[in-house]
């Protein structure tokens, strides 16, 4: 995971700088979104795209009303699309986030295997995009830049929606400004 760049810009910086220090998140203190979360995964396990679609869509609905915000529609789509690069590269899209709509897409299957998305994968999508919602309707982030806070709300509620405790992300700074995540310094940590 890699954060953003800062914008140049001054109210795009002052967003960023402010959506970079929220950190925390509020939780539920029941288990409604651990609840749909299994869902998706039972959904998800039986390759019941339908089913699939409406655990997610359960999982928004009961997520949009603990924070108050308008509900966002989902859809699940069978695979992934497939990007072209001119140098040939190519690229999976897991998932996206539509402005004006608020539709978020999450993605079944892999693009070229067409194998099953791991549900991890297509949990931490669903809630990547959500929190991009959450930015605009709950904080008024409009751009919704990828900042360690951002990243850091999303995975309180992926850590919360899946029943295990949080562990802070640790940052290590890039030349050019932003931040990645040091996987290799977190999982020494968690020794
Ligand atoms: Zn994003």
Redesign the pocket.
Known sequence: MITDRVPRARARRAEYERSDRTRELALPEDDRLVDAARMIEQRLVAEDRAGLERACRTFVERAAAFWGIPVPPVDVLPKRPLRRYRDGGRTELYGD?DFDSGLIRVFMRTAVQKKVTSFGTLFSTLC??FC?HLDRHLFGFEDTP?TRGFYERTARLYHHARGEPYRPLVWTALPGGGYRVDWARMRRLRR
């Open positions: 986030y990547h995009e991009h990828h």
